[in-house]
């Protein structure tokens, strides 16, 4: 028949045994170091993971100081087009003052002138028409008056001399 070999005959026995006694001694020790590494190495994913969070923290204030300023450049852009549109406006309305304040100068000077050449001419038509009505009265005087005529014409004009020169005083 056959035998069964003993416990210790067999050879997986023995690996199994040294297995168990390698575990036994340094497994102790294998364990504390592979949890001493494992331990580290979650320190690690900790403290990248708090790293990350705080980098988080401040990106997000950045983005919203980032923001802030963008909405602030906005309104002073905005407030900037307004005051430039509302001095374009200004000064569209002075120019407009001014153009209109000129054309009414110009306007004036032009009447002005303009009375001015007016008088000239009527002086001008006074002048002509009295040398004309003079030298046609000397013509037709010298022409049909005679001596007797011309001394009762003349003591005529003299005795209406006072009241033409009282009627000059007068006005």
Do not use: Y
Request: a negative charge; glycine letters at 2%.
């Amino acid at each position: 028949m056959h035998e069964e070999p003993s416990f210790f005959a067999d050879p997986k026995n023995w690996v199994m045994i040294a297995f168990f006694l390698f575990f036994i001694l340094f497994g102790k020790k294998l364990w504390d170091a592979l949890a001493a590494m494992l331990d580290a190495r979650g320190e690690k994913v900790k403290a990248e993971i708090a790293e990350a969070r705080q980098l988080r923290l401040e990106a997000d204030a950045m983005r919203k100081d980032a923001e802030q300023q963008r909405a602030d450049a906005m309104a002073e852009a905005k407030a900037l087009i307004e005051g430039a549109k509302a001095e374009a406006a200004r000064i569209t309305a002075a120019a407009g003052a001014e153009a209109e304040a000129s054309a009414k100068r110009r306007e004036q000077a032009a009447i002005e002138r303009i009375a001015a050449a007016e008088k000239d001419a009527i002086e001008q038509v006074r002048t002509t028409a009295t040398e004309i009505a003079t030298t046609a009265t000397r013509q037709v005087l010298s022409e049909s008056l005679t001596a007797e005529a011309d001394s009762r014409l003349i003591d005529e004009a003299i005795s209406q001399l006072p009241a033409a020169l009282a009627t000059r005083h007068a006005a």
